[in-house]
T-cell receptor
Framework: NAGVTQTPKFQVLKTGQSMTLQCAQD?????MYWYRQDPGMGLRLIYY???????DKGEVPNGYNVSRLNKREFSLRLESAAPSQTSVYFC????????????FGSGTQLSVL | KQEVTQIPAALSVPEGENLVLNCSFT??????LQWFRQDPGKGLTSLLL?????REQTSGRLNASLDKSSGRSTLYIAASQPGDSATYLC????????????FGQGTELSVKP
């Protein structure tokens, strides 16, 4: 049972490049999330999908887009990467929205030069 | 706006000691509170989830308590081991945040053999 799988684990981009972070869960969870973790700022919610077919902005959505491809997969896209988006990105899932235990992926270390 | 604070930011103890990690939050109107563990370079693992109607939850050597009225939670670790060394984060799910988790910045625990 893999849980939440994120790819890639590491990525280096130049300013202005685009990329997509992939996330898949095999727990049949309805809700999925993207967080970023920065020193001194803690974990902050970027976007979430409470259920298949819905997506909503979190605390820091600017510069990102998401797609809930199906119940298993939730991707995060950076259209034009900026140095301020250098961070560790985590995908997470829960059985349902709002009141459930969260399961996290192992993270993507992204550097934007 | 909900704010979550964890003090101290870092803690070092000798093996075998019982210890308490603290988490405080400013808005007592919460659905639940979760404690997570994060190992270096890894994702978060949910340890305990306490619903707002509960006072405490236990899992093995871990016991988490919740006092909503005072805006506090503690994570008690009994008979600490070097393998407990990690960063411990608490996160609050409050009514006024629409079901989004608000994380503290964590306590980095080091258990010395």
């Amino acid at each position: 049972n893999a849980g939440v799988t994120q790819t890639p684990k590491f990525q280096v981009l130049k300013t202005g490049q685009s990329m997509t972070l992939q996330c898949a869960q095999d727990m049949n969870h309805n809700s999925m999330y993207w967080y970023r973790q920065d020193p001194g700022m803690g974990l902050r919610l970027i976007y979430y999908s409470a259920s298949e077919g819905t997506t909503d902005k979190g605390e820091v959505p600017n510069g990102y887009n998401v797609s809930r491809l199906n119940k298993r997969e939730f991707s995060l896209r950076l259209e034009s990467a900026a140095p301020s988006q250098t961070s560790v990105y985590f995908c997470a899932s829960s059985e349902n929205w709002g009141n459930e235990k969260l399961f996290f992926g192992s993270g993507t270390q992204l550097s934007v030069l | 706006k909900q704010e979550v604070t964890q003090i101290p930011a870092a803690l070092s103890v000798p093996e075998g000691e019982n210890l308490v990690l603290n988490c405080s939050f400013t808005d007592s109107a919460i659905y639940n509170l979760q404690w997570f563990r994060q190992d270096p370079g890894k994702g978060l693992t949910s340890l305990l989830l306490i619903q707002s109607s509960q006072r405490e939850q236990t899992s093995g050597r871990l016991n988490a308590s919740l006092d909503k009225s005072s805006g506090r939670s503690t994570l008690y670790i009994a008979a600490s081991q070097p393998g407990d060394s990690a960063t411990y984060l608490c996160a609050v799910n409050s009514y006024n945040q629409g079901g989004k988790l608000i994380f503290g910045q964590g306590t980095e625990l080091s258990v010395k053999p």
